[in-house]
């Protein structure tokens, strides 16, 4: 197998697996934050509960975090040190501050897990919910601009195949960084929620005890306010990111949707199939002129077609189908989010089997939705690894042995995803919740929320 294809499926398969525990590691925090408030504020003991053991799992995937994304920064300079050499001084200050915010996020965490109950003023230990977020929102900004700046480099001058008057900010502050910025952290704040949303619908589904049903019930309706809110962002981060694509990145925004002629009232193309040589599309579902009105909010909006991009260029158009299922998951959660307060809000039961049901995969085709929002990003943006500057067929290592290399690492993913789960199956069927519950808090209630 050619070294460009290895180097990009090792690096692929790296990704793909951290960017789980990395969109856990910077939404989770905001949720055991919102339950704490809650527990605090009703003085609800089930809450505080809620929020302890969510913070003693998101710990776990903290650790798992933390591997892979040592290996994703030894990789870049392992495996693409053409690219490192060209572009490193570039992205050293973000890479820099992403483990700064990483480190800032960690010690708090660490005072939080351990102080629980050891404050006079519980308040106090709330407010140690804040650095952690910020913490890991921030850490999610920082790695973000490193790959907006692949994306849209700025911030120099090239002279002689030599970076000039570099201005690191700029470089880090690149036009895409903003949008896509805000479309990673709300899809995290998606994705934690639901996730937690599906163990709580779960959990009602088997359950049949009445003071355990209260406990997912109380976690459902928290977890579907917060995916409702967060969701109806991600899809207006969408929407900002398809209007950016058309104005900075064509390509991929043509490839995305298989469309070929430059033309204002551009069809969106959803699903279907391509027959690349004629360029015919079967089987799709169309709607008519939306393109053009998600590339500049006006049905006249001329949208560039591929044929209008030169061939070298193009993204492949498998990114359709990343496209699609992203789009396609993540609109089932704030749909599935909207029927739940719909049904709350009228006669017919939230918490009827059929709807729990539909929150149970919530959770799964959220990460499902992260993972194909990632690879559409990162196959958007090929043949180039640095936009307009340098492709990743000149970036890759000359070194031998990729091969084993990628076999080491996926066995490495397997045993350590493997062992994620074991710990947090054995960390929360070891001890129950109400054995939890007591320990905190005496013998006030009897339930349990998780897992």
Known sequence: MDDVIIGRVLTASTLGF????????????LVFMVLEFLGLRKKDDKYLTMARRIAKGYTVTVAVGVVTGTIIGLQLSLI?????????QIIALPLFMETFAFFFEAI???????????????????????????????????????????NTPAGFDLVDDVFVNVDPLAAMFNPSSYVRIFHVVVTAYTTAAFIIASIAAFKLLRSKHKEDREYHKKALRVMMVIGLIAAAMSALAGDLSAKFLHENQPEKLAAMEWHFET????????????????????????????LS??????????VTGLNDIPEDERPPLIIHYFFDTMVFFGMFGLSVAIIYHIAKFTRFN???????????????????????????????????????YMRVSEAVTNA?????????FVMLYIVLGATCVYVLLRMFQNKSVHADHLEMYGDKDRGGLLP
């Not at 693409?80 to 490193?88: A, L, S, Y």
């Not at 929150?359 to 936009?387: C, D, K, N």
């Open 18 to 29: 951290h960017i789980i525990f990395a969109t856990i590691g910077v939404g989770m925090p």
């Open 293 to 302: 009105f998600l590339a500049g909010s006006s049905f006249d909006t001329e």
């Open 263 to 290: 033309e204002d009232n551009a069809d969106l193309v959803l699903f279907g199939m391509l027959d690349e040589e004629t360029q015919e599309v079967s089987y799709e579902i169309r709607v008519p002129s939306a």
């Open 80 to 88: 693409w040190p053409e690219f490192m050499q060209f572009g490193g």
């Open 400 to 408: 031998e042995g990729l091969g084993i290399t990628l076999i080491a």
């Open 108 to 150: 708090f965490l660490g005072i939080f897990l351990y102080t629980w109950d050891r404050f006079r003023n519980p308040w106090h230990h709330w407010l140690l919910n804040i650095p952690i977020v910020v913490g890991s929102t921030l850490s999610a900004v920082f790695i973000t601009t490193v790959n907006s700046f692949m």
């Open 350 to 388: 939230e918490h009827h089997p059929a709807l729990l049901y539909l929150y149970v995969l919530t959770g799964p085709l959220s990460v499902a939705a992260i993972e194909s929002g990632w690879f559409l990003a990162e196959l958007g943006r090929q043949p180039w690894i640095l936009r307009g």
